[in-house]
Each structure stands twice: as C-alpha cells, then as structure tokens.
C-alpha cells in the first residue's frame, strides 16, 4: 500500500516537473552594458526573446509575459513634513530597509489579470512587493505611508514605472518590450527577470543583469570622491573659486 502510494506520489510530482518545464524563455537584449559618461542622458534597453516548447502549444488561458529590470536595493530614510509657524520641518522618519534605485514592470496585460497575488508574494515582482520595510518607530502608526509616498515620488520621476500592455506577444511565442533607463542611474548590477504565466500563475521565470558602470571622467572623479576625499574637496572648492572669478570678469566685461 505505502509503495503504491509512494508511486503515486512520484508520478504526480514527474509529471508537474515536465508541465512546469514544458515552457521556457529564451531571451535577448540590444545591450547588456551601459556607460555613464559627462553626457549620459538616459538609455533604451531591447529586451526581447521567445518561449521553447518541446509540445505544442498547452490549452488554456494564453501565454503572458512580465518583464522586470531593477537597479541595485539600498536602504533609503524616508520623511514627512509638516508646516509649522510658517516652516517646512520633519517631524517623523521610517527607514526603509531596500528599495531598489531603478525598478521598471512591463506586462503583456494588466498586472492583476496575469499574475495572481500569490504569485507576485512568491516572487516580489510588483513595485510594492520589491520594497522591504520591516519595522517602524513605535510612534508611528501609518508606516506604511511612508512607503507609499516613495513609490509615488519614484514613479513622477519614472525611477519607478508600471508599463502594462506593453510587452507585445505574438503568436504565444515570441515576445518584446523596450525599458527606458533614466540618467539619473546608480552604478551596478541591474536585474532582468522574464516571468511566463498562465491564467496568473508563474510557469517559467528567466533572470540575467545588466552591468551599469560610470567611465572616463564620470569614473575618474567617482573614485577620486571615493579614495581621495579632501583632493577632491579642493579641487572642487579650486573649481567653484576659478568659476565665480571667470562668471564676474565676463560681467564686468559687459558692463564696460
């Protein structure tokens, strides 16, 4: 009976392994390396790719695809404000614990249609599920406000962006989608994950990076800030000195 039942068992486990292999992604990018330089304004990044079936098409709900790039996660402090006497001041602050410093969703539908919220707990793929905010000062009752309020600050900015509908998908099988980067980047890593699903559940996930890296000057003053702190304090201070000089000898060259 227990062999029977562990036959059984062994089964069902082979068979959901082959279903949930039965489609895979295979991806492409325009670039997977991006230069900040003095006249970095932003880059477009060509994330496209395909689904490999070994069976035809599965029966049911179609292929989705949802496509996401996140900048490195760092800790942010995040503030409210309060006019008081006629002054803008702090009056309370929550530490969020990672936030990402780019993070983009782009989707073949709306977001609550292809992914269910399991899954999106299981894989953090939302906005709100890639920040981590644990805890609070006990004073503060409405933490999660704060958060909120970072989100919506990131996404006027489009540091932050929800893009759904636009990874176009033909035939079930091929797919593509274009990610803006802003010029505001952070230097590092950036996560590129590709999730298929199928009537909201996840059935096969793909994740490579794209390398973000300040060169020339951009480089070179990044680590002379970094090594060497009080050359880089003269050597600004020297700059602001020689420009407020130069802007006041033009002036009174005009005046003249």
């Avoid at 932003?42 to 292929?63: C, N, Q, T, W, Y």
């Avoid at 009056?91 to 983009?104: N, T």
Wanted: charged share 25%; net charge negative.
């Amino acid at each position: 009976m227990k062999s029977a039942l562990f036959s059984l068992v062994f089964s069902i486990l082979c068979m959901a392994m082959t279903a949930a292999a039965a489609e895979e992604v295979v991806l492409g990018l325009s670039k997977d390396r991006i230069s900040i330089t003095t006249n970095f304004d932003g880059s477009e990044i060509l994330i496209f790719g395909a689904v490999k079936r070994e069976d035809a098409i599965p029966d049911g709900p179609p292929v989705e695809v949802i496509v996401t790039v996140a900048g490195p996660s760092m800790p942010i402090t995040v503030r409210r404000k309060e006019k008081r006497l006629g002054i803008w001041v702090n009056i309370d602050a929550v530490e969020v614990d990672r936030a990402p410093s780019f993070y983009a969703v782009h989707t073949s539908g709306p977001l609550n249609e292809v992914l269910k919220d399991i899954e999106d707990l299981r894989h953090k793929i939302s906005v709100p599920r890639a920040i981590r905010s644990v805890g609070a000062p006990d004073n503060i009752q409405d933490s999660m406000s704060f958060t909120e309020a970072l989100i919506r600050i990131r996404e006027n900015s489009e540091i932050y962006q929800l893009r759904e509908g636009s990874v176009t998908v033909d035939e079930q099988t091929l797919f593509r989608t274009a990610v803006r980067l802003p010029a505001a980047l952070t230097e590092g890593d950036y996560a590129t994950r590709i999730f298929l699903t199928r009537g909201g559940d996840v059935v096969s996930s793909f994740e490579t990076s794209i390398d973000v890296e300040k060169v020339g000057l951009e480089r070179w003053l990044f680590e002379l800030s970094r090594q060497q702190p009080l050359i880089y304090g003269l050597m600004s201070l020297a700059i602001a000195i020689f420009a407020g000089w130069a802007a006041s000898a033009v002036f009174r060259f005009i005046k003249a």
